[in-house]
């Protein structure tokens, strides 16, 4: 099936430091990749649409400038957490639809983010 | 109110055990999804159903699309089935490929 590659898996981090996230549809082409968050026994909360060669959508709440969003190719979708903040801590994870005569879902392994 | 619930929200059971765990929508849907979460948080994709019923090996997923409602069950239980399980629809709009989360079932399989 449908592979998506997210990188890193773990990643501490300073205040006031960026992180770049990184997913990557490995054996199909992703138009479009969700940005999920998920707070500890929580479930996933949509944090924004990505889409390839266009702006991402943002979801009600949900910082523009702090969580930055390119989509640049057919393959790749990067979320950067800017200026992180110890209450940015969270697990991140991305997805990807893959469109066909119905349309599965791929999830990336996550990246759990601490910031310290 | 959730437009998608689980229930039970924890379920602690012996091992070999008959699983079920409920899923209810309230909007109308393409596709429902039955995701699996274990501890280190990478989700699989255990079905995707519109209809019917569904079945991989000792897991086996039904939807009844009058009453919005969706079934997981799991025959024999292992503690390696232990993971949160997560449902999750689809919207019916043409061209939406948003998924909406139920907030998981906790399964634990106690040896």
């Known amino acids: 099936g449908a592979v998506v590659s997210q990188h890193p898996s773990r990643v501490i981090c300073k205040s006031g430091t960026s992180v770049k996230i990184e997913c990557r549809s490995l054996?199909?082409?992703?138009?479009?990749m969700f940005w999920y968050r998920q707070f500890p026994k929580q479930s996933l909360m949509l944090m924004a649409t990505?889409?390839?060669?266009?702006?991402?959508?943002?979801e009600q709440g949900v910082e523009k400038d702090k969580f930055l969003i390119n989509h640049a190719s057919l393959t790749l979708s990067t979320l950067t957490v800017t200026s992180a903040h110890p209450e940015d801590s969270s697990f991140y994870i991305c997805?990807?639809?893959?469109?066909?005569?119905?349309?599965?879902?791929?999830f990336g392994q996550g990246t759990r983010l601490t910031v310290v | 109110k959730n437009e998608v619930e689980q229930s039970p929200q924890n379920l602690t059971a012996q091992e070999g055990e008959f699983i079920t765990i409920n899923c209810s929508y309230s909007?109308?849907?393409?596709?429902l999804h039955w995701l699996q979460q274990h501890p280190g948080g990478g989700i699989v994709s255990l079905f995707m159903?519109?209809?019917g019923k569904k079945k991989h090996g000792r897991l086996i997923a039904t939807i009844n699309i009058q009453e919005k409602h969706s079934s997981l069950h799991i025959t024999a239980s292992h503690p390696r089935d232990s993971a949160v399980y997560i449902c999750?629809?689809?919207?019916?709009?043409?061209?939406?490929?948003?998924?909406?989360f139920g907030t998981g079932t906790r399964l634990t399989i106690i040896p």
């Open positions: 054996d199909f082409q992703a138009t479009t």
């Open positions: 999750a629809v689809r919207s019916e709009d043409f061209g939406n490929e948003k998924l909406t």
């Open positions: 990505s889409n390839e060669g266009s702006k991402a959508t943002y």
């Open positions: 997805s990807a639809p893959v469109q066909g005569w119905v349309t599965e879902a791929f």
């Open positions: 909007v109308g849907i393409s596709a």
């Open positions: 159903l519109s209809s």
